[in-house]
């Protein structure tokens, strides 16, 4: 089972900030918290990942909590190309196995 | 860079039949993965190879399902003989030897009547 829990769906207007949270308040010491994308039709599309530290590339944010039960997904200046099921992971790096939960769908609305 | 190719896209079959799906992974990735998505569902891996050898085949039904990957490269899964609850997207996925990120294929639906 997924050991993460996020909303189902979410919409964020064209050119906001989006902002997706994920509960994982079981993660271990050695976990990492990963970040995929699904388009519709296409396979998921990694976005970025973390283990205590926020991160951010040119995709996306990554804030953890500091007690690192939870964290959320920033995509800056979301476009009706960021339209896409999010899925959040908690893993061991480098080869750890990935077990996707159902994600949030988030459409994003001109 | 070319990504991760899967043949063929779609692929229609009766139950009881039997039917293998093709990966090409991104050249130079050791690691292989081979998920199955049921619609409405996150994706579900179903083995990992490390160059030629499995890491993990935990999920894979192996009374019907079948895996290698050859030469460290290709792969082929195989469904023997199908059944209707096997209808899904499957997915393809490969990474550097140890790497944090994956890189999918477009995957291969399939439909069994």
């Known amino acids: 089972d997924a050991k993460t829990t996020q909303p189902p769906s979410m919409d964020c207007a064209e050119g906001r900030a989006a902002n997706l949270p994920c509960n994982h308040s079981t993660i271990s010491g050695n976990e990492y918290v990963y970040w995929y994308r699904q388009i519709h039709s296409q396979g998921p599309q990694y976005i970025i990942h973390?283990?205590?530290n926020n991160e951010t590339n040119e995709m996306a944010s990554l804030i953890i909590t500091e007690d690192r039960k939870s964290s959320t997904l920033i995509l800056p200046h979301a476009t009706l190309r960021d339209t896409a099921v999010y899925y959040c992971i908690v893993a061991y790096n480098q080869g750890g196995k990935l077990i996707f939960g159902q994600g949030t769908e988030l459409s994003v609305k001109p | 860079e070319a990504g991760v190719a899967q043949s063929p896209r779609y692929k229609i079959i009766e139950k009881r039949q039997s039917v293998a799906f093709w990966c090409n992974p991104i050249?130079?990735?050791?690691?292989l993965y081979w998920y199955q998505q049921i619609l409405g569902q996150g994706p579900k891996l179903l083995i990992q190879f490390q160059n030629n050898g499995v890491v993990d085949d935990s999920q894979l039904p192996k009374d019907r399902f079948s895996a290698e990957r050859l030469k460290g490269v290709d792969s082929t899964l195989k469904i023997q003989p199908a059944k209707l609850e096997d209808s899904a997207v499957y997915l393809c996925a490969s990474s550097l030897r140890g790497a944090d990120e994956q890189y999918f294929g477009p995957g291969t639906r399939l439909t069994v009547t």
């Open positions: 973390g283990l205590k």
């Open positions: 050249s130079g990735h050791a690691t």
